[in-house]
């Protein structure tokens, strides 16, 4: 249930935000080919920050 929710708050585009996904609206930046990736790879180094 988490992944779904972390997909459709950074990954799936909303027609609410005129296309854009709630990451974009909230300008963090999800790049590249593999989104889930780099989300896993952000909340590592956000949590190492701790």
């Known amino acids: 249930m988490e992944g779904l929710k972390v997909?459709?708050?950074f990954v799936?585009?909303?027609?609410?935000?005129?296309?854009k996904t709630p990451a974009d609206a909230s300008m963090i930046k999800v790049?590249?080919?593999?989104k889930w990736k780099?989300?896993?790879?952000?909340a590592s180094?956000?949590?190492a920050s701790q």
């Open 45 to 47: 180094l956000s949590k």
């Open 38 to 42: 780099t989300i896993i790879q952000n």
């Open 7 to 9: 997909h459709y708050n």
């Open 12 to 19: 799936r585009k909303h027609q609410a935000l005129g296309g």
């Open 31 to 34: 790049e590249g080919k593999n």
